[in-house]
């Protein structure tokens, strides 16, 4: 296990390092990030008595949304690909490290690149956080770390299959924005919508932790979103392991 | 012009009898249109339980919206984003030199040369959204509207291809800057009219980067009526825009020295 924790502390300097000299492309990648969230934001802004605290909310999800950003459609369905995988494949470590460094390397520059346009946002819309309920999000958007990386990677490996991968990545985004807290707040969505959405994992990707943030979740919601969270972790870590045994057995590239 | 129009319909021949080969593509294409209109109807459907005029546009109107967006979007996939994709990529690493060699106009050939036609798919459910939203609103659009309508579609499509080519023609001054992302980022913006957003973002949606043009003006002259000082602005904007673009192109294409000089 340490010795799996190095070669992935290693391989998020080495992309820390690589994508250093991307800082302008990260910025316009930050702002595609953000600019779901602030639609969601002018839409509701113009309802009467939507919700109290919702440009909080939304400099949640904005904050959320940069910090759990997946690109593997962009970078390890690729790799699939040009067929440089096959050199992963070949080295003595877990293949899930690669992909997780250059997830995790992004994430960090975009969370840095980001600060000024989240002050920004939140200055306009003057959001304002007590300690407390951030603390209390702070795991939550761990496991919506994980659960994106998780969900866009087994789409990436739609790659192993068909060559539209971008399509079906896109289509997951779809389920995120409309489902996960993008579009409407969890708490403005009309029954049974609300309820299919609490159960399904797109709110804990992207919602929950800002709902936790802004503090407009019961204790009883709180509960029930992380017990939700934890089982689609679980459950979205299981379909990635049976995509990559499946892929990988179809898999074929120069030379095999 | 017709020469230019040939050289096009012949790329596009070209482009569909490639694209019609992978036929599953065709399938995951038309899945995702589908799913993301039904994503955008959903969205407005939610936001219209709560209220019944959102910026003094009512469901309706939304929707006819929502419909030339997805139009003019699939218009820009189709014909516009396959060229435009890798531009900058192309001005970086010099392969813009084969289209300087080519007896046509550059700008053309370097911008709008490739297709995808299956991007069309999205073109298609718009019109249908528009037509289905038409009847159901009762209104009967009369000739000058449809149009001023299509009129002002494609100036829509004209001011996306001059913003797109200009942003990529800043690779002449600045190779490593790729504000491919960034476009299709502000293009999100025309998912909703531009009276959603703040004074001065108005502005700048209407003048800097006019999405006003490209998808509210449109909706409206659908829904509300030709409006002529919209169809004026917007001939005005597409005209600038274009000028703007060919100009930045033209002084870009001094400074290139290919990928051999």
Known sequence: MRRILRLLRLEIWRQIIGWSGAWWFLITLIIGQAVA????????????????????????????????????????ALSIYSGTVAAALLRPQPPVIGPLGENLAIRFWMFLLGIPMVALVGLSVDATFSPLPVLAALPALALAAALRFLFVWTLAMAAFWTERVHAVVAFGGVLIGLLGGSAAPNALLPDPL??????????????????????????????????????????????????????????????? | ??????????????????????????????????????????????????????????????????????????????????????????????????????????????????????????????????????????????????????????????????TSVALASLAFWAPRLSLGVLHGTAWELGRYPVDIYGRWLQRLLTFAFPIAAITTWPAKTLTRGTDPSNLIA????????????????????RRYTGATS
């Open chain 1, 37 to 76: 969230p602030l639609l969601g934001l002018f839409v509701w802004l113009h309802v009467p008595g939507a919700q109290a605290r919702l440009g909080s909310y939304y400099l949640a999800v904005i904050c959320v949304a940069s910090m759990t950003a997946s690109f593997e459609n962009h970078t390890f």
């Open chain 1, 194 to 256: 609300r309820a299919i959405a609490q159960a399904l994992p797109f709110r804990s990707m992207l919602g929950f932790p800002a709902e936790l943030a802004a503090g407009t979740v019961t204790p009883a919601g709180t509960a029930a979103g992380y017990a939700i969270s934890v089982g689609w972790t679980a459950a979205l870590g299981c379909c990635a392991v049976g995509a990559w045994r499946l892929g990988i057995r179809r898999y074929t590239t120069v030379g095999a």
């Open chain 2, 234 to 253: 917007a001939i005005l904007l597409g005209a600038a825009f274009t000028a703007g673009t060919m100009l930045l192109w033209r002084i870009g294409i």
């Open chain 2, 1 to 162: 012009m017709m020469r230019i129009a040939r050289l096009l319909g012949t790329a596009f021949s070209l482009s569909l009898r490639r694209a019609v080969a992978h036929r599953i593509n065709l399938f995951f294409d038309a899945l995702l249109a589908v799913v993301e209109l039904t994503a955008s109807i959903a969205t407005i459907g939610i936001v219209f339980t709560r209220t019944g005029l959102l910026a003094g546009w009512t469901a309706g109107q939304m929707m006819t919206l929502i419909g030339t967006y997805a139009l003019i979007t699939g218009l820009r996939a189709t014909f516009l984003d396959p060229s435009l994709a890798d531009l900058a990529q192309q001005i970086r690493d010099g392969r813009l030199d084969t289209y300087l060699l080519q007896p046509a106009t550059t700008v053309v050939l370097a911008t709008s040369g490739r297709h995808a036609p299956l991007a069309l798919v999205q073109s298609i459910l718009g019109v249908g959204v528009i037509m289905f939203d038409l009847h159901e609103l009762a209104i009967i659009p009369s000739p000058a509207a449809v149009g001023a309508w299509i009129l002002l579609t494609m100036i829509g499509l004209l001011i996306g291809w001059a």
